[in-house]
């Protein structure tokens, strides 16, 4: 049984530019903050942990930022010793651990509660999986895998204790919102129109989107950090879509913003009408966002995500049929409801007639999620039972 004070390290590599490290830098900054545990947080990308956390400084092998100690991942095989192991190991998303941290763990009494903490996915044989026991084939050590999910049965969703209380005051406050988009450039007729937050990969079918919006009846800002989907915000543009580019035609308005930190992310959903979303971390933030989203997934070999997005448009208790056929539609899956041949401006005008409903939606569903309790008081439950 684990002590209540506890160390715990997390092992990231970066594959999707900001989702890994976002989603192990929330967990970690959780754990220290609100769980009092000493964490050490392995990463292999520092520039792109840069990007949502400024403070990082990326030619530095050991750092502290916000109480957790901050690793460069390189090639640290066989310098480990068993007083260099934490007493909760955390590989994120099945990468490989250095060999030589396996040994030492091997050398620890007692020997550390192992974890694989696995990507978010809605179907249904996650709970079965979750907590499940994988012994090694050679050493002494068992890992178990944790999957965050959406029921009961799994390790809920990552969220902090104060982050519903904040939104709902941010949200109370007309002025605040105002202050916090401001700064970006966005102007009082804009805050007025339907404010869309855009995060998206190159891929998604953006410029079809930007013609429905374009020439719709309602105006919308839509709102992008620099970087994001690039050729076709340049495109509209009509120069390079760097932070503070902004330019307007017909009913649409866009902005390139700069990449903010994650408490600002937080803001920006908060603040907008409408969140289209990449990934993991930015998909779990705008469920706790009480606004209507679209999730953009990230892609796999032989559309294995598409699988993972009809699991989810299954389980999201406010999937309207618009909902989800703008969902299939976005990320390039066979359309479910509505005909193929339905064009973007008439499923935006129809997406657009259902947000007082989808927002109704959003706010049931953030209730639900909360009842599953929270990834990281979750899984330090489970880690101190073993």
């Known amino acids: 049984m684990l002590l209540e004070t506890t160390s715990l390290a997390i092992f990231c590599k970066v594959v999707d530019n900001y989702g890994d490290i976002g989603i192990c830098w929330r967990l970690a900054r959780q754990l220290r903050r609100e769980h009092g545990v000493a964490v050490t947080l392995w990463v292999d990308d520092l520039p792109s942990f840069q990007r949502i956390c400024p403070d990082v400084a990326t030619a530095a092998e050991t750092q502290q930022l916000s109480g957790v100690t901050v690793r460069h991942w390189r090639d640290q095989d066989g310098v480990f010793a068993a007083s260099d ?61 944790f999957f965050p999910g959406f029921t009961g049965k799994t390790g809920g969703l990552l969220r902090e ?25 966005v102007t009082p007729a804009e805050m007025a129109s339907l404010k869309v937050s855009l995060f998206c990969y190159p891929h998604a079918p953006l410029a079809a989107l930007f013609d429905a919006w374009r020439e719709g009846d309602a105006p919308v800002t839509c709102l992008v950090p620099e970087g994001v989907a690039s050729e076709a915000v340049q495109a509209f543009l009509g120069r390079e879509a760097k932070a503070g580019a902004a330019f307007s035609r017909g009913a649409l308005t866009v902005r390139v913003l700069p990449f903010v930190e994650q408490d600002d992310y937080d803001k920006l959903l908060w603040a907008c009408d409408f969140n289209i979303v990449r990934g993991e971390d930015s998909f779990v933030r ?101």
């Open 161 to 185: 204790s104060a982050v519903d209380e904040r939104r709902r005051q941010f949200q109370a406050d007309p002025a605040a919102m105002t202050a916090f988009l401001a700064p970006f450039g």
């Open 85 to 145: 192991v934490a007493d909760i190991v955390i590989e994120f998303f099945a990468c490989d651990i250095p060999p030589g941290y396996i040994a030492a763990m091997v050398e620890c009494d007692p020997r550390p509660v192992w974890l694989n903490l696995e990507g978010l996915s809605a179907e249904e044989w996650v709970e079965g999986c979750h907590t499940l026991p994988s012994p090694h084939p050679r050493l002494p050590l068992t890992k178990h895998f």
């Open 286 to 386: 705008a469920q706790w966002a009480d606004r209507p989203f679209v999730w953009h997934i990230y892609p796999q070999d032989e559309n294995l995500h598409h699988v993972k997005l009809r699991a989810f448009l299954k389980r999201y208790a406010a999937a309207t049929d618009t909902l989800s056929e703008f969902s299939l539609r976005w990320n390039g899956a066979p359309g479910a409801n509505l005909t193929e041949n339905t064009a973007w401006p008439a499923l935006w005008a129809a997406f657009q007639a259902e947000m007082p409903a989808l927002a109704r939606g959003a706010v049931g569903w953030r209730r639900q999620m909360l009842g599953n309790g929270d990834l990281a008081s979750n899984l330090l439950a489970f880690a101190r039972s073993l």
